[in-house]
């Protein structure tokens, strides 16, 4: 996951990683996420709620072998109540 426009991440090896993660305070680690250009620009809006994203907002992006699924949010909060209510298969 990336916070952009900062260059600041955080990797989960789970989904259900992300709540607690969130709970404790949104811990991040310098660096950007090395993907193929372009995974994210269709993402306008907010998985959670659907405002649109702004310039900060936060990329999730999921591994499915050689796929890439990215997700957008507009704060850590909608990430985590997202992610508690099974994600893109609530």
């Given at each position: ?46 998985a ?9 907002r ?33």
């Open positions: 996951m990336q916070e952009v426009p900062g260059a600041r991440k955080a990797a989960f090896c789970r989904l259900e990683h992300v709540v607690p993660w969130a709970l404790r305070g949104a811990h991040w680690t310098p660096g950007e996420i090395v993907e193929p250009q372009g995974v994210a620009d269709s993402i306008r809006a907010c959670q709620c659907g405002a649109e994203l702004g310039e900060v936060l990329l999730l992006v999921r591994h499915r072998g050689e796929h890439r699924i990215p997700d957008g949010f507009c704060s850590v909060d909608h990430l985590a109540d997202w992610a508690k209510a099974g994600g893109r298969w609530r």
